[in-house]
């Protein structure tokens, strides 16, 4: 029979033209939710993880060049900035030089399908709302596409669901806030449901390669593929060891009861299990969200599971209105794409170094990227150039969004190369040239500017 909230949920979604394989696995996950499963993973549960590295195994140049000729490339494109103030793809950024993130991946595959001779086809998963602007910005790539496949599909959406009663929300002041995207797990059951899934093995394709767009360093890497094709394992994430601002994240472990790698999220952790969470030498590596599947093995799981892979459900509590705490309270059926290790039988892990992980989630991983810690070489692969990645901290009040951060740096960021941290406790702007040595704090409570090719040595504090 099932629940009136259930009925009604998979009535919205069908009214709505969501695929009928995404329907089925939120009503799954529906099911879960009901029976009073919150995805929890305790610290008891669970085993420290190790794993080896990737500057410590050999690959054979040949079975790297094989791999990546193999290999299709899918970047998950559904993010809009909105905690940066944008209102448009994130990918869209300006990284530097005019380059947005998006130019700079096509750019990545463009060269590296011709030094090896590869199709490597480029996929987004983009969502209803980052569509329309990233193929807009795509269209200048006239060799980007590859015959018979698409440059995107999409991403799914669901119901919020009232935390009170589990039915699906009503929000007539603002109907988009209805929905959600289920995170970023969804991108099985779309490939599954869009037929891409098929059409990639069909086409001769044996790997995938799967990250976020918003992450730089992930360029499919053919001494990575390599790796993971020597390795014949099913399913494989590329980690990092955890820093301290990588405390609050989630990390990789091994479940006791039968041995297998999970990966347990923030959302999945107890309370009583934070100090264990924050823990780096008890849990030292966390995801890089770069992935790296076997399309044979991931069409068998789900035809096994008809079509529902299984993921821990991810049960995350907001409002309707994440902008208004006085609107009702609601549930987020979500699942994370790096969980599915715990699914395949002989998943692996690999170590790989930071310049794979690059994330800008916030305007201070921006002023990174746009700084001279790194440079854009003519592969357009991320060099770091600089001994480390500065710690950098700017006031939320004026630098939390895109549009104030750029005001503030109007002849670009700084030099950051020579920089262990810095700190703005205040309204500062940035003139041309600027450098940045040691660990700077600046601190005012008037606005203030940083006149062109000032030099702030870790002794400045205005």
């Not at 990174?368 to 001994?387: H, I, K, N, P």
Request: a negative charge; aromatic letters at 6%; charged letters at 25%.
């Amino acid at each position: 029979m099932g629940s009136p909230g259930l009925h009604k949920a998979r009535d919205k979604m069908a009214e709505a033209g969501v695929d009928e394989v995404a329907i089925d696995t939120f009503a799954h996950y529906y099911r879960l939710l009901e029976h009073g499963e919150t995805g929890m993973v305790p610290e008891s549960t669970i085993d420290p993880v190790d794993m080896p590295s990737l500057a410590d195994v050999e690959v054979d140049p040949e079975v790297a060049a094989e791999a990546i000729r193999h290999t299709a490339v899918i970047k998950l494109n559904g993010g809009l900035g909105t905690s940066m103030g944008m209102e448009r793809a994130k990918s869209l950024l300006c990284v530097r030089r005019g380059l947005s993130f998006l130019d700079i991946i096509a750019r990545q595959v463009l060269h590296l399908r011709q030094q090896h001779d590869a199709t490597l086809p480029l996929m987004f998963m983009n969502s209803f709302r980052t569509s329309a602007d990233t193929m807009a910005a795509l269209a200048r790539y006239d060799e980007l596409p590859v015959d018979g496949l698409p440059l995107e599909f999409l991403q799914n959406k669901e119901p919020k669901l009232l935390a009170a009663d589990l039915m699906p929300v009503s929000y007539p002041k603002d109907p988009d806030l209805e929905w959600c995207p289920p995170g970023h797990g969804d991108v099985y059951t779309a490939l599954r449901g869009t037929g891409l899934l098929d059409l990639l093995i069909e086409r001769g394709f044996r790997h995938v390669f799967i990250s976020n767009s918003d992450n730089l360093g992930a360029v499919p890497d053919p001494r990575v593929a390599g790796w993971f094709a020597a390795s014949g394992a099913p399913f494989a994430i590329e980690a990092v060891r955890r820093t301290p601002s990588d405390r609050k994240g989630g990390h990789f472990a091994r479940r006791k009861s039968d041995g297998r790698i999970v990966l347990r999220e923030s959302a999945q952790t107890p309370k009583e299990d934070a100090a264990a969470l924050a823990d780096l030498d008890r849990h030292q590596f966390c995801s890089t969200n770069n992935l790296w599947f076997d399309l044979d093995a991931m069409k068998q799981a789900l035809d096994v599971r008809q079509g529902i892979l299984g993921l821990p459900l991810i049960k995350n509590t907001k409002t309707v209105d994440p902008g208004d705490p006085t609107t009702p309270e609601v549930i987020q059926v979500e699942t994370a794409m790096g969980a599915a290790i715990e699914v395949f039988d002989g998943s692996a892990l690999i170590e790989v170094g930071r310049d794979r992980f690059v994330p800008v989630k916030t305007t201070n991983d921006l002023l990174v990227l746009r700084s001279d810690v790194y440079e854009v070489g003519s592969d357009f692969v991320l060099d770091q150039v600089a001994t480390d990645v500065p710690f950098i901290d700017l006031d939320s009040d004026y630098y939390k969004l895109v549009g104030e951060f750029d005001k503030r740096f109007p002849e670009g960021a700084p030099s950051l190369a020579k920089a262990s941290s810095l700190r703005v406790a205040g309204d500062y702007t940035f003139g041309r040239d600027v450098q940045v040595v040691g660990d700077v704090a600046l601190d005012s409570t008037s606005a203030e500017r940083v006149e062109q090719g000032a030099v702030l040595h870790g002794d400045a504090d205005a």
